[in-house]
T-cell receptor, first 111, second 110 residues
């Protein structure tokens, strides 16, 4: 267990509302990631962070923003949720050896 | 576009048999390779990592890497019904970004 928690675990929200998902780690790892997983697409990188206040975009970053004010917390914000953002969201950390470990996931439904 | 390809399956094997899962990748600069197991409704769980050509064994699992042919495989010996899951292949090219395949669904028949 890599000590990664995500909150909330489930959320239903309406189109147009802002949503923030939280990832918390207890391992003090430098690199943190947000992925979404959809049938037929696998895991796709949204944003990642390589340190406090240091973030970069992944392949599907449109409509998402992130913030990392502390090593242990990485927040993902959907500024104005759309139905296409209905998905399962996973946070991950990268250990020094390169292995990634995943949090339990957040199932988000946008109605 | 860097890609990682896996057969989606399902791959069905009888209990006790060897399950062979394959993955090909397009980026010749890839350096690290990982296999994850994902049960339905759960998060991916790391099974194996492999970094150099050849075989790496861990219990019932063996990862095989062939960089010249750009493929990595996972063998599961003595397959059990509890091994039924989706197996994800992931590749890293040293940039701290990982590319995942869409996964192969394995069904082990009791």
């Amino acid at each position: 267990d890599a000590g990664i928690t995500q909150s909330p675990r489930h959320k239903v929200t309406e189109t147009g509302t802002p949503v923030t998902l939280r990832c918390h780690q207890t391992e003090n790892h430098r690199y943190m990631y947000w992925y979404r997983q959809d049938p037929g697409h696998g895991l796709r990188l949204i944003h990642y962070s390589y340190g406090v206040k240091d973030t970069d975009k992944g392949e599907v970053s449109d409509g998402y923003s992130v913030s990392r004010s502390k090593t242990e917390d990485f927040l993902l914000t959907l500024e104005s949720a759309t139905s296409s953002q209905t998905s399962v969201y996973f946070c991950a950390i990268s250990a020094p050896g390169g292995e990634q470990y995943f949090g339990p996931g957040t199932r988000l439904t946008v109605t | 576009q860097k890609e990682v390809e896996q057969n989606s399956g399902p791959l069905s094997v009888p209990e006790g048999a060897i399950a062979s899962l394959n993955c090909t990748y397009s980026d010749r600069g890839s350096q690290s390779f990982f296999w994850y197991r994902q049960y339905s409704g759960k998060s991916p769980e790391l099974i194996m990592s492999i970094y150099s050509n050849g075989d790496k064994e861990d219990g019932r699992f063996t990862a095989q890497l062939n960089k010249a042919s750009q493929y990595v495989s996972l063998l599961i010996r003595d397959s059990q019904p509890s091994d039924s899951a989706t197996y994800l292949c992931a590749v890293n090219s040293g940039t701290y970004k990982y590319i995942f395949g869409t996964g192969t669904r394995l069904k082990v028949l009791a």
